[in-house]
């Protein structure tokens, strides 16, 4: 998945953290809690990590959004079962609509991590965000990841209706730029989208990713002091 999806995705998909702090942790664990999510929304999992665990330990594990961040960053960091374990004790600890939301939420945005690697687990997501959007009835930001999920499923047509709710409700925004073109194109959901670029070339000419639409392009990162890629030219003349 390219930093573009992973942007327009999961960083989209983060608000499961709710980055507010519960107003009942002592103010060392509100601390250790803000300090989690800024580190998270840094990438900077394995240092969130430590302060979330060290949050849901003080809290004797009843602090649903240090979970909830721990689980993310374990996922983050590669744990898949821990992850989906320490989220389902969140879910258990969730008292409000809201709060069960969040909860399936964030079991959703893990199950979609490891989507490419178990296609199972985009049944799973789709679960999990079908939890929330009856807990949340007509919640765009549920109607993206859900819509996202099922074109990913192969079920185009409930996909492309979701994603063209949230763009009727969100119609500005790169989020919504990702969703037209998922819409334009569903079979793009299990693919890459390369990000916008532009630039000039050694003879000044310049080149911009909007005129590049529908052909094939090769980039090849080289150095002159490669002699590996040195060698490499001819063929890309060849190509």
Known sequence: MTSKMRLCLFVFFSVTLAMAVEPS???????????????????????????????????????????????????RLGDASASL??????????????????????????????????????????TEYRAVAELIPNNSATQFRLGYVLLREKKVDEGVALLNSFVISHPAGPDAELAKKLIAHPAHAGNEFAPSFSFKTAQGVPIDSTALQGKVVVFDFWATWCPSCRASVPELRDL
């Open 85 to 126: 374990k320490l989220a389902d004790k969140a879910l258990g600890l969730a008292a409000t609509p809201m709060h069960k939301a969040s909860a399936h939420n964030c079991k959703g945005e893990i199950c979609l991590m490891y989507a490419n690697t178990d296609p199972k687990k985009l049944t799973e997501a789709e």
């Open 25 to 75: 942790l002592p103010p060392e664990t509100a601390a250790l809690l803000k300090r989690g999510n800024d580190e998270y929304l840094a990438g900077k999992y394995q240092d969130a990590a430590r302060d979330y665990s060290e949050a849901v330990k003080d809290s004797h594990e009843t602090c649903r959004l240090c979970l909830e961040g721990l689980a993310l960053s374990k996922a």
